[in-house]
């Protein structure tokens, strides 16, 4: 079945950030601005008979803000801390339904109003530096950046998903590791940690889903 759609869209989002810098190694930024994300080809292509989208789903729209810090303290720590704040008007998901036949479907809708908020941390360490062995061909750093977020549906008119977190959020994102350099050979190590999080609004446990990539 061939389908032909086209919309226009026009219009304007604003935004406004501001920044202070009390001395050279300190600086408190605050910003807020507008969100818009318009209905690409994958939210409403077909992939299976057993996905379905909904015929009036409808573009994203919402607002970002965020205040932190950022600077350098003495001459061998960089860091960077804020809070934000993430408000999603109309979130497109897909979550667990039935169709007419009472057959277990993906369903791709609007899923009305999402919060997700948090704070987000990086710091790096030029330890050869801090510790005296800094020189022109050798350099030891390391680092980590922290992401906690929490995410919940605001929507009365569906019980199934009011009050539920929102899907793909860890609540915990960790990465820290150690970066080597002599000369022109570089080592690194990393590692990763990402909090258990759901996969559909719905929020289905481990033991009633019903498929493998929802739970």
């Not at 919402?62 to 810090?69: M, P």
């Not at 934000?84 to 993906?106: H, K, M, P």
């Not at 050798?138 to 009011?162: H, K």
Request: charged share 20%; net charge negative.
């Amino acid at each position: 079945t061939e389908v032909s759609r086209q919309r226009e869209r026009s219009f304007a989002l604003l935004g406004v950030g501001v920044s202070y810098e009390p001395n050279t190694a300190l600086e408190c930024y605050a910003n807020f601005s507008q969100n818009y994300r318009a209905i690409n080809f994958n939210d409403i292509q077909i992939l299976s008979p057993t996905f379905k989208v909904d015929s009036n789903i409808q573009d994203e729209s919402g607002f970002t803000a965020d205040a932190g810090v950022r600077g350098a303290l003495n001459d061998w720590l960089a860091y960077d801390a804020s809070l934000f704040y993430l408000n999603y008007n109309d979130r497109i998901s897909a979550i667990q339904s039935t169709n007419e036949l009472g057959i277990a479907i993906r369903y791709r809708t609007n899923l009305e109003q999402a919060h997700l908020y948090g704070f987000e941390g990086l710091a790096q360490a030029n330890v050869s530096r801090m510790m005296g062995w800094e020189d022109s061909l050798s350099r030891l750093s390391v680092f980590a950046n922290l992401a906690l977020t929490q995410g919940m549906y605001d929507a009365p008119e569906n019980t199934a998903i009011d009050g539920n977190e929102v899907e793909l959020v860890p609540p915990v994102n960790l990465k820290w590791g150690v970066d080597y350099r002599y000369r022109q050979l570089s080592l690194g190590l990393q590692y990763t940690y990402v909090g258990r999080q759901f996969s559909d609004a719905t929020n289905a446990g481990v033991d009633d889903v019903q498929s493998g990539v929802v739970g």
